[in-house]
């Protein structure tokens, strides 16, 4: 049972981050979807974001603004960035928990089994906090420690970018056993693989070599393996270590095929 004795309900983002540091204990309402799947958890005090207005998606010439509280049945839809994001959230569950489950409430605690953040960490991505300056996605998941602050958005720079996403399921619906994602702009290649059971990350020696190189299928084969050697993968219920590392190659493999042929 998800029980809140304190429901606090700030008028501007500087109040909602002064609610947070006064109380040692408060956690933040973002969408509040991972909270109703806990079977007995008690909150002193939630911090409602609702109404702040950070639940919109904005478009200038330069960047995608995605505030944190847009969910992601926004991102699937939304006329552009759904090429970008489509496949990573489409299949989380159903749409009645993606219209709940927000951008923000998956990205700031860091979940390992995010789909979102392995396709987000081959974007350039920035996350905007009230408390705290600026900083990469690829830098925030390396963070050791979270501070007390609030993600009011995350900034995409737009791109001649090709991107895919892949993930492998014991459903469709299910979380993932191992994800991986690869982008492409300019000669500059991003693999990223996440669920290891660990939070995402990157393959940096494989996008080192993969850099400015034209994609065959023997470079392919050689960059999977590469990756494959990269990672430390663990064991839970979903698979063992040396299953996922096997996928890794597989997964790897399929998503840089994918863009060569864009």
Known sequence: MLVINKLLKPNTMEEAL??????????????GAFLRLSTDLKINAAIDLYGLGIDKIEENENEFIIGAMTTLRDLEVHKTLKELFSKSVENIVGVQLRNIATIGGTIYPRYAFSDLITSLLVLDATLRFEGKEDISLEAYL?????????????????????????????????????????????????????????????????????????????????????????????????????????????????????????
């Open 18 to 31: 002064r609610l947070l540091k006064d109380n040692s204990k408060a956690h933040i309402l973002g969408g």
């Open 142 to 262: 390396l963070e050791n420690k979270l501070e007390k602050c609030i993600l009011k958005s995350i900034i995409i720079r737009k791109e001649e970018i090709k991107t895919s996403f892949k993930a492998i399921k014991n459903s469709a619906s299910d979380y993932a056993i191992l994800n991986a994602a690869v982008s492409v702009c300019h000669g500059k290649y991003k693999v990223s693989v996440g669920a290891k059971p660990t939070v995402a990350s990157l393959a940096y020696k494989t996008m080192s070599f993969l850099e400015n190189k034209s994609l065959t299928l023997e470079l392919i084969e050689e960059a999977s393996d590469m990756a494959m050697d990269e990672f430390t993968f663990g064991s839970n219920r979903l698979g063992s270590a040396d299953y996922r590392k096997d996928m890794c190659k597989v997964l790897v493999k399929r998503a840089l095929m994918e863009v060569m042929s864009c």
